[in-house]
Structures are given as C-alpha cells and as structure tokens.
C-alpha cells in the first residue's frame, strides 16, 4: 500500500515493465499530472488508483490497469487522461 503523501513533484514515472512515461509535474486530490519530453511536449491526468507503488523516489504504475501511456519516445495524440 501507498501513500499519496510520497508522491513529489519531479518524481519519475514508469510502467510496470520499468520504462520511464515521464515526470509527475503536479499533484491534486485524486490525481497527479504526468508530463513528457523537454522541453514538455504532452501531458497525462493520472489517478492514483492508477498507482501501483512508490518505490526509492520513482512510481510505478499498475500492471494491466486498463489505461496506455505511452513511453516517453513513442509517438502519441496530444494529452489524455487515464
């Protein structure tokens, strides 16, 4: 279990696999905001039940939760959220 209190600004992101999806930029209530590329290209609203782990200042995301972000070098529409 996780606590939304470890969530920092400038965190990185990465999916289950360990691939970096970019930069936690904001925190909300019920989400935080994953940014891409620099200077930032796209933007993703991501829930915290998304959330699988805090782990040595890094998040990891849940596997097979339903919701695709894409790596930080793949191509994709502007931004979403999951």
């Known amino acids: ?6 969530l920092r600004e ?20 019920t989400h935080f905001e994953l ?4 200077p930032p290209s796209r933007d993703f609203m991501v829930s915290f039940h998304l959330v699988a782990r805090v ?3 890094e ?11 894409p790596t930080e070098d793949e191509p994709t529409d502007s931004g979403a959220y999951i």
């Open 1 to 6: 279990m996780w606590d939304p209190g470890e």
């Open 10 to 29: 400038g965190m990185a992101v990465r999916d289950e696999h360990g691939r970096r999806l970019g930069t936690v930029v904001h925190i909300g209530d």
């Open 35 to 38: 940014e891409q590329g620099w």
């Open 55 to 57: 782990d040595q200042g």
């Open 59 to 69: 998040v990891f995301l849940h596997p097979g939760h339903g919701a695709t972000v």
